[in-house]
């Protein structure tokens, strides 16, 4: 079962800026495209940002521009810079591997949840 850990996390001012980690085991992130979800109370699960196995990094609007995924295969470990953040980002904040459409313009979860990371932005 492969295992998927979130960290970096926490509390930030609007404006602010975190830097989130997602380390799996195994080498699974150098075989997949992999994600980065979120999810608000009240709110379905959301995808906001992914990276496929080519490198090929793309977002959903919400987060473009303010976003920037990125992995290092050697370490197992993709990551999610976020600047300019705005409290409707607030969340918890999951990875996971997945198949993204280029037609839909939308990227799928495959596999099992870690439990991810809180990133609350309040003043």
């Known amino acids: 079962q492969v295992q998927l850990v979130e960290s970096g996390g926490g509390l930030v001012q609007p404006g602010g800026s975190l830097r989130l980690s997602c380390t799996a085991s195994?080498?699974?992130?150098?075989?997949?495209?992999m994600g980065w979800f979120r999810q608000a109370p009240g709110n379905q699960r959301e995808w906001v940002a992914a990276?496929?196995?080519?490198?090929?990094?793309v977002y959903a609007d919400s987060v473009k521009g303010r976003f920037t995924i990125s992995r290092d295969n050697a370490k197992n470990t993709v990551y999610l810079q976020m600047d300019s953040l705005k409290p409707e980002d607030t969340a918890v904040y999951y990875c996971?591997?997945?198949?993204?459409?280029?037609?839909?313009?939308?990227?799928?979860?495959?596999?099992?949840w870690g439990q991810g990371t809180q990133v609350t932005v309040s003043s």
């Open positions: 990276i496929t196995r080519g490198g090929i990094t």
């Open positions: 996971n591997r997945g198949i993204y459409n280029s037609f839909t313009g939308t990227f799928s979860s495959l596999g099992a």
């Open positions: 195994g080498s699974i992130l150098s075989l997949n495209s």
